[in-house]
């Protein structure tokens, strides 16, 4: 794959796969032409790369670029817009990759870099989903719920009205954690900078209106 970050465009077949798109159409060539899912097989290293670099295309053209885009792949996407249907192709295809790909344990091995493509693939998620901005919860309602609002337990940042996650658990090693729980608030991006990356929680979003 030839790698040197975990951004999506941090690798050889990223790139190499901006250089040769000659259209928007090509896109959805890539989530296409996958081999079929059968929910056993990982996906090559370097489809998922691939896979990546498509999506953060089609969140481009959705007006949410990635610091790492390259700019003559921006040029070639000026003025065009995703159907539907390839935004959520790009959306299943990029949960494939977090499920069943070859290039999770090739993270897992770095630790690091394990963490810093946790906080990117988060990233990616965000950039497909929907404006989700209108149905948010008041700070009034989250406290009353789980209680003051925290900073973050794995950076000690400040939460925001649009990054705010809570993470529940029970201590089982006692009966009473049948009925009780404790929670921390947490940003999800740094949540799946410690976890496995096969295990990243994906917090894809639809918009039912």
Known sequence: MGA??????????ALDWADEL??????EKVFTGLPPFDGATDLDADDASRVIAAAEAVAAMMGRV?????EDLLEKLQGKEPSGELIEMARGCVSRVMS????????????????KFGRAITGLVDRLNPDMSWDRPTKE????????IMP??????????????????????????????QGL?????????????RHMVQNWKFDLR
């Open 66 to 70: 990635a610091d790492d885009v390259p």
């Open 185 to 197: 608030y947490c940003h999800l991006r740094c949540l799946n900078a410690k976890l496995h990356p």
């Open 4 to 13: 040197w970050g975990a951004g999506s465009f941090e690798n050889d077949t």
């Open 22 to 27: 000659e259209s928007a159409k090509d896109i």
């Open 100 to 115: 069943k790909s070859e290039l999770l344990d090739l993270w897992a091995e770095d630790e690091e870099g394990s963490e």
């Open 141 to 148: 309602e989250v406290e009353k719920q789980a209680g003051p």
């Open 152 to 181: 973050c337990v794995f950076c000690d940042e400040g939460m925001t009205e649009g990054d705010m996650f809570y993470l529940g658990f029970r201590d089982y090693t006692d009966r009473n954690g049948l009925f009780g729980e």
